[in-house]
């Protein structure tokens, strides 16, 4: 086995990578070519492959992660892996894709953070070999085989039921962004969001219109509107049909729910319908907070259905002495409350 440190995809490289997950259970569109590619053309983002493949030069496994900053370029690096590493059932190919990460990036990043999608509770003892320490933090996903646009409703909690119906008597409509300037409407609602509630980093609205710019290949913005004007949205990443992700969501509740329109939730079910109208049987609500939290955002996704499963998170600290300072200037900007949890410490998101 050998592995490979990849910055920059060629075309051979890129075919041998499509054909691994087009065969792999795992397979997400964050360990995907088109996700290196699009962070590639991101801002403070900075995509690496780590391959592993055999003596013939067979994949037999891959952690696409992104070296991401904010201002502060050092002092807010970290390196984040989406989704989990996709190998096969070898312990000794993750055993060295880790070592190879971990060897890398140690002087590179503040912390290295595994957010998984799946289960990886046979391979736990190898993440810690490699001071990688387990934090619980739910997933959440919807089945929707057998599931059609006609019966989709009856999934979902009676409240949002007649939520929905309410909103669409009062004439809100769902559209796929048709614009650079629709999007531009879209990312200062979400903008406002991430100010006034979420208290984290937001990246930069270029990061939207280069989503936009590339949807055949990455999935759709999804917008409702009321009256012509944008009251909320939805990004929605979709890859090889497996799947359909809610990355970013937001909407005016705090204006229009007196009104009898609920824009939250007329994105979520916006992003579902989405999957069923392309035949993806999994809608994946992403994260869904830890069990120790009473997340209202997870309260929220389980109404629309769904299963949590707790596929935490692996954390690596590179440098503590940094990351506690880091921890603090956030603490006095009052974004402590965003921050994850462990028993010493934990990197900032």
Known sequence: MKIQIITELNNIIRKKWELFLSVHPRATFFQSPAFFDFSSQTENSKPILFLCTSEKDEILGLICGVIMHNKFTYLSSRFIVYGGPIFISNKKVLSQLLTSVCSYLKRKVIYIEFRNLFDYGNEIEIFKKHKLQFKDHYSLSLNLKGITKDNVLKVFDESKRRQI?????????????????????????????????????????????????????????????????????????KYLNLEVCEWYICGLDHE???????????????GIQYAIEEGVPIFDFLGAGSPKDNYGVRNFKLKFGGKLANDGRFIRINKPLIYELASLWLKLKGLKRNTPHLSKSTPIV
């Open 165 to 237: 119906k309410k909103s669409f008597n009062s004439d809100v409509n769902i559209q796929k962004a048709q614009s650079v300037a629709e999007i531009g409407d879209f990312y200062i609602i979400l903008k406002e969001l991430y100010r006034d509630k979420i208290g984290k980093p937001l990246v930069g609205l270029e990061f939207f219109v280069n989503f936009y710019q590339h949807r055949k290949t990455l999935g759709d913005i999804l917008l409702i509107k009321h009256a012509d004007k944008i009251i909320g949205g939805i990004v929605c990443p």
């Open 256 to 270: 229009y729910k007196s009104k009898g329109i609920y824009p939250s939730v007329m994105a979520t079910y916006a």
